[in-house]
């Protein structure tokens, strides 16, 4: 069983504006919330859920990952949209959360910063930053 899909950060922004019980999860570390920022659902009267998938600094997986984002009582059928630097992290919890019973995960295309740029600068040409979505420094 595989997850729901991969979803554009605009096409993202669009699900939470318009389904109450859709969920941003933010997997990234709280190195990267602090420094780097955040998803600013605010206009929404929304926050994201923010669980790493690795603990900073070792960078090992979270084995009490699924624990932690289900005692945020979200329910099996909850839009959980998963969202890390540049896609990988929230691939892996999506797929994870699919395997357990939860039916509409889908990750965040590019993350919040994307890719390197050719100056290897992040944030400047794909993902949610590049996206001109709501953000706040941490």
Known sequence: MTY???ITPADA???LQADPNAKLIDVRTQAEWVYVGLPD???LEKQPILISWQVFPAMLRNESFAEQLVNQRIAADDVLLFLCRSGVR????AELMTQLGHSQ???ITDGFEGPLDTARHRGATQG?????LPWIQG
Not at 90 to 93: H, L, V
Not at 128 to 132: E, I, L, Q, T, V
């Open 4 to 6: 729901a899909g991969e």
């Open 13 to 15: 922004w669009a699900r």
């Open 41 to 43: 659902l605010s206009a």
């Open 90 to 93: 929230s691939k892996a919890a």
């Open 105 to 107: 995960c889908w990750n």
């Open 128 to 132: 949610w930053k590049a996206a001109g």
